[in-house]
């Protein structure tokens, strides 16, 4: 290692990591610069700067995440009609009211729901085969490069540009059918701007997402094959029984997360839906920025009640989430994986 | 790590960059099929040795299923890589067609109109394009920054509160972006952050934070602390250690968090629309009231110059990966 290049001066027991207190022996912070920049009334003891230094790291993040807390709760708040910029102080219910009873906003609900469990069902399904079967052929770097990583850049407004070349009236797909006499006029093929089925809306997203499913798993089935693959074939599994029996609980959890990710990004993703979608009913995001963007900003709040429905349905999948992860490290089964992993290393 | 290592790796980088150069849809398809012709081989050689009883069977013992599940493979494989680069060169070609009239298979003639037109009409796509790298560029530093010292202090350190900073640093994952962009306005316009490339990027970081710091906890915890331990215990400075220890042990992690940092910030349409008013122009916002219309010649013209500096970037990080010896890139849930 390049550590070993380095001239470090020995500087007696100071340098050593201090055993004794804590539960797990970690570096010592960079103290010594700490107290001597305080003037001698404010130096903190020992103990209380190693107690700092956790903070202090997460500081530049906490800044970020309060900026992203703030916006969900100021939402939240304007939603219940606490909105100090337009003069309103009352709290009230009727911004979610009106949101939960008007039956063109509940339709909204559900088409969003209907839009992000088929994507996710159908990236995660697929996005599981896809990262399988490249573990199957033993793929390469390149092609986990092109394949898998490549299409993750590829912005989910601009997968709306590729469905359009393909599947609109005058797409690809329409004078493949017109060669074949199945279609005489671009008005015959049902076109997928604005189809009330949302097809086009999901499939672009299956499109994006299935790489985004196998980056998530690919690095753990190809360890899992390598390991645990191996020995459930000499123990006389096949290798579909060996898939479901020994791959896919190992890879459980990655999934699960994955897949709550794509459906949390899918039901409050604004580009897609506003591109492709149909005009009524409208996702729920789409109809929320229409409702934000009126030039009667009273209507803010409803749009904000609209954003609180949204922050609820994602908070079971935040709920989710967690149990996952609570479970994952119950189990130990990727701790045990992982130390493993180091082991080799 | 050794170099005879490394100078295979930069070769295999090179010949990849030339084939991304070359590839083509068909291409790519060629390429695919070479592939089972050169991995097909070693399996057949595999299976006269096991007739000759020299070896035992690798994977399960019904090996008829076996050659299937193979195909299957290829066949997937095939499939979803036309999936994946069909609707691309498709773009290609229709940001280099001038007319291309409705029942016509082929475009009827090629021209760079398109791409005069969006690129000599003022200056404005160029800066825009310029602006757009920028801010992915400081969004990918400041975000991997963030997360590198947060993974730390989640990893690292117990201390209270811990369980509640992991479950922020995982809410932007989780609650869309719709929501932060509509209800933090209000506050960078008190701040004087809205409307401007700051607040833009500020606001792609918190997006991309859970990505990276996903990502980096993931390293940091698998990197452990023994090498950094060493490293005190033969007195090397914290400064040395952080430099010569810690570093080069995350920086894997810390090259993929900020390559996904740069895709997440560059592609972003609805935060920088937000937040950025109409001040703010990056390729997306321009791009994006293109995409649904008639004119699909200049629509591709966007795109392809916004893949093409995407497709950059991620090389480039590529490159720096793979000259450091890095096979694998960090995924994101373990592993």
Redesign the interface.
């Given at each position: 290692m390049r550590a070993r290049e380095a001239r470090f001066d020995v500087r007696s027991s100071d340098a050593l990591p201090d055993m004794r207190s804590g539960t797990r022996p970690s570096i010592r912070p960079k103290s010594t610069r700490l107290k001597s920049v305080l003037p001698p009334g404010l130096r903190l003891s020992r103990k209380t700067r190693r107690k700092l230094v956790p903070y202090l790291l997460f500081f530049p993040a906490a800044i970020l995440l309060f900026f992203f807390v703030f916006g969900m709760i100021n939402g939240v708040l304007q939603g219940f009609g606490i909105a100090p910029f337009l003069g309103k102080y009352d709290l009230t219910l009727d911004y979610y009211i009106q949101a939960l009873t008007k039956s063109e906003l509940s339709i909204s609900i559900l088409f969003s729901l209907y839009l992000a469990v088929l994507a996710t069902l159908g990236a995660a399904i697929l996005g599981i085969v896809l990262s399988a079967a490249i573990c199957k052929l033993g793929a390469g770097r390149k092609i986990r490069l092109f394949g898998v990583q490549m299409p993750m850049m590829v912005a989910h407004s601009v997968v709306v540009l590729c469905l359009l070349t393909i599947f609109s009236s005058s797409g690809l797909l329409a004078r493949f059918l017109f060669e074949l006499g199945l279609i005489t006029e671009p008005s015959d093929m049902p076109s997928v701007l604005g189809a009330p089925s949302g097809w086009g809306i999901i499939l672009t997203y299956i499109w994006r997402e299935v790489p985004f499913i196998a980056f998530c798993t690919i690095t753990i089935m190809a360890h899992i094959g390598d390991r645990y693959g191996e020995a459930a074939a000499v123990l006389g599994a096949n290798s579909i029984k060996t898939f479901f029996t020994v791959t896919l609980p190992l890879c459980k959890s990655a999934i699960i997360k994955a897949s709550l990710v794509v459906f949390a990004y899918v039901f409050g993703s604004y580009e897609v839906a506003a591109l492709l979608g149909p005009t009524l009913p409208k996702a729920l995001p789409v109809l929320a920025y229409y409702q934000f963007k009126l030039v009667d900003i009273t209507n803010r709040c409803l749009a904000m009640a609209l954003n609180g429905i949204t922050i609820a349905i994602c908070m079971v999948v935040v709920i989710i989430y967690f149990i996952t992860l609570w479970h994952e490290r119950r189990e130990g089964q990727w701790t045990q994986a992982r130390t493993g992993e180091t082991n080799k290393e | 790590m050794d170099s005879g290592q490394d100078g295979r790796d930069k070769q295999?980088i090179n010949a990849?960059i030339i084939?991304?150069i070359c590839?083509t849809g068909q291409g790519?398809a060629k390429q695919d099929t070479a592939?089972r012709n050169a991995?097909g081989q070693p399996a057949r050689r595999q299976k006269k040795l096991l007739h000759r009883g020299q070896r035992?069977?690798?994977?399960?013992?019904?090996r008829g299923?076996?050659r299937e599940?193979?195909r299957?493979?290829?066949i997937?494989?095939i499939v979803?890589?036309t999936?994946?680069f069909?609707?691309?060169v498709?773009?290609l070609v229709?940001s280099l067609t001038n007319v291309w009239p409705?029942?016509?298979?082929l475009p009827e003639r090629l021209s760079l109109r398109a791409f005069t037109q969006v690129y000599t009409s003022g200056a404005n796509f160029l800066s825009a394009l310029f602006l757009t790298v920028t801010i992915g560029i400081a969004v990918s530093l400041?975000?991997v920054?963030?997360?590198t010292?947060?993974a730390?202090?989640?990893v690292?350190?117990?201390?209270r509160g811990?369980e509640v900073?992991r479950?922020?640093?995982?809410?932007?994952?989780?609650?869309?972006?719709?929501?932060?962009?509509?209800?933090?306005q209000?506050?960078f316009f008190k701040l004087g952050l809205a409307n401007t490339v700051s607040g833009v990027i500020?606001?792609h970081?918190?997006v991309a934070?859970p990505y990276a710091?996903t990502i980096m906890v993931d390293v940091t915890?698998?990197a452990?602390?023994h090498?950094?331990?060493q490293?005190?215990?033969?007195?090397?400075?914290?400064?040395?250690?952080a430099?010569?220890?810690t570093l080069?042990v995350l920086l894997p992690g810390i090259l993929s968090a900020a390559s996904l940092s740069y895709?997440i910030s560059?592609?972003?349409?609805?935060v920088t629309l937000l937040i950025g008013g109409g001040n703010v122009s990056t390729v997306?916002t321009i791009?994006?009231p293109f995409?649904?219309s008639e004119d699909?010649a200049i629509?591709?013209v966007y795109?392809v110059s916004?893949?093409a500096v995407?497709?950059l970037v991620?090389l480039a990080f590529?490159m720096i990966l793979g000259r450091l010896g890095v096979?694998?890139?960090?995924?994101?849930?373990?592993?």
């Open positions: - | 295999r990849e084939s991304t590839a790519v592939r991995t035992k069977p690798r994977h399960g013992c019904k299923y076996q599940y193979r299957a493979s290829i997937f494989c979803y890589f999936c994946i069909l609707p691309l498709l773009i229709w409705w029942p016509n298979l400041l975000t920054f963030a997360a010292l947060a730390r202090a989640l690292l350190h117990v201390f811990r900073f479950f922020a640093t995982i809410l932007p994952f989780l609650v869309p972006q719709t929501v932060f962009a509509m209800g933090i209000v506050l500020i606001a970081c918190v934070l710091a915890q698998a452990g602390t090498l950094e331990e490293a005190r215990v033969m007195g090397a400075s914290s400064f040395n250690m430099r010569f220890v080069p895709i560059i592609g972003n349409y609805f997306m791009m994006f995409l649904a699909r629509a591709g795109v916004f893949l995407t497709l991620f590529e096979r694998e890139r960090k995924s994101l849930f373990g592993g």
